[in-house]
């Protein structure tokens, strides 16, 4: 798995005050019944027991069993000013028999 940084999420996550016991995570938001949809984002958050670590540039993200699961081979993470941080690609599927 790799985890890429834009130069513009690298100069954001380097400026961000944050909590000394807080660190960026990829996290998965999946929602659905019969079908699934994952969006991911980039949150600011503890530590957790089992975390996969990849450092970047000398930032480290965190990221849990879960949303590891549902992450490409490769993953960027970017940061604009008017959508704040993006994080690869989000995904609809359908499991629904019709």
């Known amino acids: 798995m790799v985890i890429s940084l834009t130069?513009?999420?690298v100069n954001k996550?380097?400026?961000?005050?944050?909590?000394?016991?807080?660190?960026?995570r990829?996290?998965?938001?999946?929602?659905?019944?019969?079908?699934?949809?994952?969006?991911?984002?980039?949150?600011?958050?503890?530590m957790r027991r089992n975390d996969t670590v990849i450092e970047y540039e000398g930032i480290q993200i965190r990221i849990d069993h879960?949303?590891?699961r549902y992450l490409d081979e490769v993953t960027q993470v970017d940061y604009t000013e008017e959508l704040g941080?993006?994080?690869?690609?989000?995904?609809?599927?359908?499991?629904?028999a019709t």
């Open 66 to 68: 879960f949303t590891k």
């Open 26 to 46: 990829i996290d998965a938001d999946i929602a659905g019944g019969c079908g699934i949809s994952v969006k991911f984002t980039l949150i600011f958050d503890e």
């Open 85 to 96: 941080f993006h994080v690869g690609e989000s995904f609809s599927s359908s499991a629904c």
């Open 7 to 9: 130069e513009a999420a």
């Open 13 to 24: 996550l380097k400026t961000i005050d944050t909590k000394e016991d807080q660190f960026p």
